[in-house]
């Protein structure tokens, strides 16, 4: 591939580019819809692999060119436009996903209540099992498995690091970090 015409042919954009973030910096308007204009299409097949929704697809969009004009005193110019606005449509499918997963596995707090102190009832103990183990369906698969290797199944750290393939520093900050998440949604529980 000839890389000097690609540089060439793409340095027209990157100056009409230019142009348009310093108007649109001084209030154009006109020049932001340009830069939209330019780039939706190429903004819409990006964002079509974090989702196939159309509707989604459309909104996805919209907060890609909504978070670059919002961010656009920021851009450096050491790249061109187009890469700066890639890695905010990335961005923004990552946080899709990540609110998408949330949504799936969150467990509405209306349907149980807030856990209750262990005291000897069986039941409540039981109760309060449960309670821990759906909070923990909600973590992230890595989490779910160190805290259930160490603490439900009693493996210590060493046993965990030759179960999972991880060194012993590695489950240990993994469940430290799997605690703290599981702390938070504890919070969010209690009353």
Known sequence: MDYSLLRMQSSGVCEQDNQD?????????????RIVHRYQQLIARRMWRFTRDRGQ?????????????????????????????????????YRFWKRRRQLEHEVPLQDWDAPAAVDSDPLEAAE?????????????????L????IY????????????????????????????????????????
């Open 146 to 149: 160190v805290l259930t290797l």
């Open 21 to 33: 973030i310093q108007a649109t910096l001084g209030g154009d308007g006109e020049a932001y819809r």
């Open 128 to 144: 309060a099992g449960e309670r821990v183990h759906l909070l923990m369906a909600q973590l992230p698969p890595r989490d779910r």
């Open 57 to 93: 697809l459309e909104e996805m969009v919209a907060d890609v060119f909504v978070e670059a004009y919002t961010s656009l005193r920021r851009y450096g110019g050491r790249a061109p436009f187009v890469h700066w606005l890639n890695t905010i449509a990335t961005r923004v499918g």
């Open 152 to 191: 439900l199944e009693g493996l210590s750290v060493a046993q965990t690091a030759k179960q999972t393939g991880w060194s012993r520093s590695m489950v240990k900050v993994q469940a430290h970090r799997a605690r703290n998440k599981l702390k938070l949604l504890l919070e969010k529980v209690a009353p």
